[in-house]
């Protein structure tokens, strides 16, 4: 890659994470590449995130916005996002220098907004790499959701939430409520209900040009909508959650020695190991 400027994301409340950084921003600036810390500038060429898949989150949508591609370095726990290994994170930063064709992904958003049933008002748009959820207090009792996707009506959900994800969001909030891994760069918005009611329930994979609109049945108690881990609106039955995809995805590198399937196996012990089996040659060549 031609790098001018490179960003500098860290962990947020974490000294040792936060001195990293400015290790890495030396490293850039010693082969004359302005660096910057904590800030995104759409003039940069790459953002390199420190920590864990939180961080990404975090700044997902404002990389996306100015369409600046992030490479994730994992010093979390998880490091779905984050694929690159702490150990591997220097050799990685020279292949981005040396490699004029680094592997990059675009993994779709969405965007969340409400309406107001009454007036019609529209809500600020908060926005997604994993997922959109809504969710009942643990308390209260299942929640009823009419769901559409743009305009024909899909079913009505008994359950004790429900999750809208891309399919990055598959592997997290989505599986563990029973979704399907969906692969990361298909175009697609997952709909899966959180504990339903009906067995019949499953979940539905839609193209992602489809809106997906829920609205609330009474009676609906406190009910939370959550975007990517953040509480950002508390909704009744007058009102209507908008889910759709982004105008811009976001660019991510992928590390330069693990394939998506090889981070999944290696998350989830698929098959106790992540060690990659060839397909033989003479099939190959048949592919």
């Given amino acids: 890659m031609n790098i001018g400027f490179a960003g500098v994301i860290t962990r947020p409340d974490s000294p040792e994470v936060e001195q990293i950084g400015g290790d890495v921003c030396k490293w850039f600036e ?14 940069m060429d790459v953002v390199i995130v420190l920590g864990g898949d939180g961080t990404l989150l975090h700044v997902a949508w404002e990389a996306s916005r100015y369409q600046v591609p ?20 220097y050799m990685a930063l020279e292949t981005l220098l040396v490699e004029d064709d680094v592997r990059m992904e675009y993994r779709i958003m969405l965007a969340a907004s409400t309406i107001n049933g009454n007036t019609g008002e529209r809500s600020e748009t908060f926005h997604a790499l994993n ?11 299942m929640i009823q959701m009419r769901c559409w996707a743009d305009r024909e009506y899909v079913t009505t959900y008994r359950a004790d939430g429900l999750i809208m994800s891309t399919p990055t969001g ?6 563990s409520a029973g979704g399907p891994v969906v692969h990361a760069e298909l175009d697609a918005i997952v709909v899966t209900p959180i504990c339903p009611f009906m067995l019949e329930s499953r979940p539905v994979l839609l193209g992602s040009e489809y809106k997906v ?8 108690g406190e009910v939370k909508v959550i975007v990517d881990g953040e509480m950002r609106w508390t909704i009744t039955e007058n009102d209507y959650l908008l889910v759709q995809r982004a105008s811009k995805p976001l660019r991510l590198i ?10 999944l196996r290696s998350k989830l012990n698929w098959g106790g190991a992540s060690v990659d089996l060839p397909l033989p040659e003479q099939v190959c060549k048949h592919c």
């Fill in 30 to 43: 010693e082969r004359s590449i302005r660096a910057q810390m904590n800030k995104i500038d759409p003039e």
């Fill in 70 to 89: 992030i490479l994730g370095v994992n010093l979390g726990n998880l490091g779905f996002l984050t694929e690159v290994a702490a150990d591997e994170m």
């Fill in 131 to 141: 997922e959109v959820v809504i969710v009942k207090k643990s308390t209260e009792a």
């Fill in 170 to 175: 598959s592997t997290a909030y989505n599986l």
């Fill in 213 to 220: 609109t829920t609205q609330l049945l009474a009676p609906a």
């Fill in 254 to 263: 992928s590390s330069p020695w693990k394939s998506y399937f090889n981070i």
